[in-house]
């Protein structure tokens, strides 16, 4: 009797431990990052994609004991036809070295076309654009950042003040 009542214990944990949950589920935390956006070339009035150009992510990380890191930087690819760049990191990089991130920003960092080679602040592109929300994308276990759109101009800008 006492075995009886021991394998019908255990069948009922191996099944709950088996049937997906449905209220409440556990979910997987997302464990790559991606950071996805455009680069447009502004000349004159117009914007056009700047296939080739490249993004660059500068994060700050923490160690067990909080103390933060020196920055470190990923290049993305070079961007599509589109403009398009995506970059990921993952937090279990050699660059982390079993580190948490603490925040990361995205810069613009070469254009591809040697005509609109001038960087814009526009959405602070130059003095780097905070990375903050995000939407999870369960089947890829990654949380998505979209930065952007950054700008390069062909024309240079004038500075306030003179400087």
């Given amino acids: 009797m006492a075995s009886t009542r021991f394998l019908f214990a255990t069948s009922i944990l191996l099944?709950?431990?088996?049937?997906?949950?449905q209220e409440g589920k556990d979910e997987?935390?997302?464990?790559?990052?991606?950071?996805?956006g455009l680069v447009l070339c502004k000349a004159g009035s117009k914007y056009f994609a700047l296939k080739g150009a490249v993004a660059r992510i500068t994060c700050v990380a923490v160690d067990d004991?909080?103390?933060?890191?020196?920055p470190f930087s990923i290049l993305s690819n070079g961007?599509?036809?589109n403009g398009y760049f995506f970059a990921t990191l993952s937090p279990y990089?050699?660059?982390l070295n079993n580190k948490k991130i603490k925040e990361c920003k995205a810069f613009l960092d070469?254009?591809?076309l040697d005509t609109c080679k001038v960087p814009t602040d526009v959405?602070?592109?130059?003095?780097?654009?905070?990375?903050?929300?995000?939407?999870?994308?369960?089947?890829?276990?990654?949380?998505?950042?979209?930065?952007?759109?950054?700008?390069?101009s062909s024309e240079t800008q004038s500075?306030?003040?003179?400087?």
């Fill in 15 to 21: 099944l709950s431990l088996l049937t997906p949950k």
């Fill in 28 to 36: 997987i935390l997302p464990t790559i990052i991606g950071i996805q």
């Fill in 65 to 70: 004991k909080g103390y933060e890191t020196a």
């Fill in 79 to 81: 961007c599509d036809a």
């Fill in 93 to 95: 990089s050699s660059l």
């Fill in 110 to 112: 070469y254009s591809s």
């Fill in 123 to 152: 959405n602070h592109r130059i003095s780097g654009g905070l990375l903050s929300s995000y939407r999870v994308l369960n089947e890829k276990n990654m949380k998505l950042y979209s930065v952007g759109p950054f700008f390069y």
């Fill in 159 to 163: 500075v306030p003040n003179g400087y």
